[in-house]
Nanobody
């Protein structure tokens, strides 16, 4: 059974940082591309970033380019999203997704709230 468990969300002030983690199990993590998406209340899902199974090829949305960085530790079956220079518009529930793109199996998410 595929399981994805996100953590690391919480409250941050504008300009602050958070690091999200996603621990994967139930599949061969090191062979699978992975993705972060987010969804704010009342808004559509936003594709934030993806990373190739080998960790080299990456996609990052223009809205977070230069502020967010995706990475992975295949030895620990863990996906990361380092979020810096946070803005109020980054407030959302963040999900990790199995595969490249926003439509695969996802975890339950972790809430990120950016507010002063």
């Amino acid at each position: 059974e595929v399981q994805l468990v996100e953590s690391g969300g919480g409250f941050a002030q504008p300009g602050g940082s958070l690091r999200l983690s996603c621990v994967a199990s139930g599949f061969n993590f090191q062979s699978v591309d992975m993705t972060w998406i987010r969804q704010a209340p009342g808004k559509e899902i936003e594709w934030v970033s993806s990373i190739h199974s080998g960790g080299v090829a990456k996609y990052i949305d223009d809205s977070v380019k230069g502020r967010f960085a995706i990475s992975r530790d295949n030895a620990k079956n863990t996906l990361f999203l380092q979020m810096n220079s946070l803005k109020s518009e980054d407030t959302a529930t963040y999900y990790c997704v199995k595969g490249w793109g926003p439509y695969g199996t996802r975890g339950r998410g972790t809430q990120v709230t950016v507010s002063s």
